[in-house]
């Protein structure tokens, strides 16, 4: 059924950038509000950047100034560009949709398989 695929991430220097994407699949019609998550080693997941379906985006203190966090509702994709990396950054990056309209119904919250990014000093 719904399948969220990610691309993107890998390995940068410190200051760095780097850009991941999010892809739902085929049968999606629309999607409420796409969010990034990230979970570094030994930490709990937490919730970066979301932009619902109006634009409305909100970020994480962390990251603010230097996410930017955008989507394409007529390819159901959603991006995340990511400057002046840190090594702090290091993490697994997950997407999420939420509120979704789809061939079979409305379904809520998929994930994305996740992707590393790892920011060297």
């Known amino acids: 059924q719904v399948q969220l695929t990610e691309s993107g991430g890998g390995l940068v220097q410190a200051g760095g950038s780097l850009g991941l994407s999010c892809a739902a699949s085929?049968?999606?019609?629309?999607?409420?509000?796409w969010s990034w998550y990230r979970q570094a080693p030994g930490k709990s997941r937490e919730l970066i950047a979301d932009?619902?379906?109006?634009?409305?985006?909100n970020y994480a203190d962390s990251v603010k100034g230097r996410f930017t966090i955008s989507r394409d509702n007529a390819k159901r994709t959603v991006t995340l560009q990511m400057n002046s990396l840190k090594p702090e950054d290091t993490a697994v990056y997950y997407c999420?949709?939420?509120?979704?309209?789809?061939?079979?119904?409305?379904?809520?919250?998929?994930w994305g398989q996740g992707t590393q990014v790892t920011v060297s000093s």
């Open positions: 999420n949709a939420d509120r979704l309209a789809t061939q079979w119904g409305p379904m809520y919250d998929y």
């Open positions: 085929r049968g999606v019609f629309s999607i409420g509000t």
């Open positions: 932009m619902d379906s109006g634009g409305t985006t």
